[in-house]
């Protein structure tokens, strides 16, 4: 079963703002979009210039208050670190 709150895959949103709307209030990102889906036949108009005026004030609230990152594991600190020297194949003789 998948989590119904789990972020839209990017191929599916158009800038995202739906997305991260739903993301910081904690609700499925179908709501808004069906919101704006909704009052876009009454006045398209105010519609296409709050959700660009929603999404401006989404990316100054992105930046100012960034989400701390999780700690990484340490299967993840080990799988990202380089191998120290790569030893060259060993050579061995041919038999007569």
């Known amino acids: 079963m998948t989590d119904p709150h789990a972020p839209t895959p990017k191929k599916d ?3 995202g703002i739906c ?5 910081d209030l904690g609700i499925d ?3 808004p979009r069906l919101l704006f889906a909704t009052t876009f036949i009454f006045d398209p108009a105010v519609v296409i210039a709050s959700y660009f005026a929603i999404g401006a004030l989404m990316l ?4 100012a208050f960034p ?3 999780p700690a ?3 299967a993840e600190v ?5 191998p120290a020297a790569v030893e060259p194949p060993v050579q061995f003789a041919r038999a007569a």
Do not use: K, Q
């Not at 997305?19 to 993301?23: Q, S, V, Y």
């Open 13 to 15: 949103n158009l800038f």
């Open 19 to 23: 997305n991260a709307l739903g993301e």
């Open 29 to 31: 990102p179908l709501w």
């Open 60 to 63: 100054v609230v992105r930046f």
């Open 67 to 69: 989400r701390p990152r």
């Open 72 to 74: 990484r594991t340490s």
């Open 78 to 82: 080990v799988a990202l670190t380089p």
